[in-house]
Structure formats: C-alpha cells, structure tokens
C-alpha cells in the first residue's frame, strides 16, 4: 500500500497516467500471490492441527478469510491514498476496528451460535470487506478506465517495483520496531512491573506520535506528486507547511498531556502514577522529533527512501545499545531516556539526509523562513 500510494501520485505528477496501469497490475499481482501464500500457510496448518475438533477447523478458517480480507482492503486504501482521497481513506480504514468494537460489544449482550472468538473474526472480515466495497466506490471512475489489458502489462516494472516495495516495508517495521523494542528489552531485564510502567508511559505519549503521523500520512502522496512532476516551489511549501503543522498539534498535545499527566495515568489506576518521569521524558523526545519536521515523509516519497531506512536502522542501533546500558538501573526510565536519545538521533540524521537530498531542510525554522520569505525570490528550478 505504501509503494502504491507513492507510485500513484508521482506519474500523475510527472504526466504519465498512461502508465499507472503498471502500478494497478503490480497492486493486484501482489494482493493475489499474497492470498495464495496465505491459503497455501492456512491449508498446512490445518493439515497439522486436529481435523476432528471443528473449532480448530473454523478458527483457521475465518483467520485466513480475515488475512485475505486485509490484503486486499489495505491495497485498495492505498490506491485511494494515491488518488489523494486522504480523508475518505483514513475513514474507511476505521470501519474494520470499529464495526468489531461495536458488534464485539453487542456479542456480550447478544447470543449467537458461533463462540465469542469465532463471532469477533467473522465481524472483522465482513469489516474488512465492507471496508474494500467503500474504496471501490470511492476511488475516480479514471482508475478502472484502463483495466489490466495484456497489451499493457509489459510495462509493468517488476524489479524496480519489488525493490521499491522491499524498502518500503523495511522502513515501516523498523518505524514500529522503535517503539516495541523498549518493552521486549525491560521485559527481558527487570520486573513485570517496570514493563506495565513503561507499557502505559508509551501508550500515552503515543497520542503525540499518532498526531504526527496523521500529518505525514495526509501530506504524503501531494509530496510525491509535486516531486514526480519536479516542482521544487510547491514541493518545498507542502513539505515545510506540513512539518510546522504537524509540530505545533503534536506540540499542543503533549504540552496537554504533560500538564495533566497525573490525571491522565490515575485512569489507569494509582499505581500507574510512577510512570510519571517516564512519559516526560518520552514526550520529550517526541517534540524533539516533531522539531525537525517531517523528513522521513520527504525522503520515503522520493527517491531515497533508502536513506530514511539507514537512519531509522542507526536510530534502532543507537535505542538498543542505549538500552543495555541504562535499563538494568533505571528500569522503565532508562529505557525511556533510550528512546528519547534514539529518537533525536533519527530526527537529526533524517534531517541532515534531506538536505543533502534536497538541498534545504523541513525543520521548524526552515518552514518558518520558507514561510515568511517572499515568494519571488523562492527557487523555481526543477530539482
């Protein structure tokens, strides 16, 4: 979904919506071999399980459906994504968990034939599908135009696209694996209770990490439309007009949660108030991030999102070692001060790659100059 939702807006900015085609074929060609893998995973296990217990046959079975499902619906949002139907597929992608939040709920109340379990993936599948009919209907009539016509799958890219893709996903499970390493590390160097501690810390001042990501992930596909059709000008004030809102909202957010910071952990109970000095110094490095903009955006919607995958790959290095050292005598704090420092490596890291790759940055003050400085002396020259 994310190759898609780069690819998409970068030809219609270069002009070349005769080949985005290409990028419909690799989607679908993906989906379907994704499917079958996943069948053929679904199909082995069952073969190993017990064949005679019918709930093991019905849970692998709506488990499959359910992978399925989420293959094809998360290409479909990201085909919308690269149509720059922002909104409507961030909506769409909340009908799965909230269908099974609501019905999961009704369960409770209401008696079914099928077992609790066995009712909440039947849900989440129909949400899934429900979630693909949605995008279907949402995306421009212009995209099925074209269909997938033999005369035009020989200029599908496999290669490029499969690198593309591979980088991609690595960059994705290194960005989740920055803030999951923390609670594998504490749970394999101190006590139960340190982890609890840290667990609640980091869902919290998440939400100033989910703020920022709702920034890059609305500005995302623009930023590769305007790099595909090589305007330097409106990419600039996109990017940089992105990166100061997203660090005022993450900075008003954690300005929020710091000032009501006990409030906010007496929900989870009293003794959760220890996880104080762990979410400050988490919100700490979450501002620092936010501070220098939304370069990872920048590079992974370009040509080098090799770069922003080095940094984050440094970032996780710098997070894990820092762990090993602090974390046997601060517990949860000592991995937080781990993060905050991972986490100023890679803002610093991600900006010092942007400019070399762009020649300017995204941080505040940079987005404040660009912001302020008249229009006519702004660099038109493509890039």
Partial sequence: PQLVAKELPRLRGAGREDLLISVHAYAWTIAGSSTLVLGIIAGNLLLLEDLSNQRNLSVGLFASLLAAANV?????????????RILTAQILSMVQPGLVAI??????FVE?????????????????????????????????????????LYRIEYRNYIKSG????????????????DIVMLGMLVSPQEVAIYHVAARVSGIVLLVFGTASTAIAPTVAR????????????????????AFAAAGAVAAVIAVWSEEVLLV?????????T??????????????????DTALAMTAWAGRAVL???????????????LIPPLGSVGAAISSAAAFATLALVLWVQARRAFGFGGDVFSALKTRAGPRKHENREPF
């Avoid at 094809?72 to 720059?84: A, D, H, N, P």
């Avoid at 599908?129 to 421009?140: C, D, E, F, H, Q």
């Avoid at 059709?229 to 600039?236: E, G, K, M, T, Y």
């Fill in 311 to 325: 940094a984050f790959a440094g970032a996780n290095v710098v997070n894990i070692v820092a762990n090993l050292v």
């Fill in 226 to 245: 305007y790099w595909g059709a090589r305007d330097v000008l409106q990419f600039r004030r996109v990017w940089c007009t992105g990166g100061l809102l």
């Fill in 103 to 108: 019905l999961g709920a009704l369960h409770f």
């Fill in 268 to 276: 989870f109970g009293h003794e959760f108030i220890a996880a104080r």
């Fill in 72 to 84: 094809w619906s998360s290409v479909r949002l990201g085909i919308l994504t690269g149509y720059e």
């Fill in 112 to 152: 079914t034939s099928l077992p609790r379990f066995e009712t909440i993936l039947v849900i989440a599948v129909c949400g899934s599908l429900i979630s693909t009919a949605l995008a279907v209907l949402s995306t421009p009539k212009k995209a099925f135009g074209r269909g997938l016509l033999p005369n035009s």
């Fill in 166 to 181: 591979l980088i991609l996903t690595m960059h994705q499970f290194l960005v989740n694996a920055m803030t999951q390493v």
């Fill in 278 to 295: 762990t979410l400050m110094v988490l919100l700490c490095g979450y501002v620092v991030l936010t501070a220098f903009g939304l370069s």
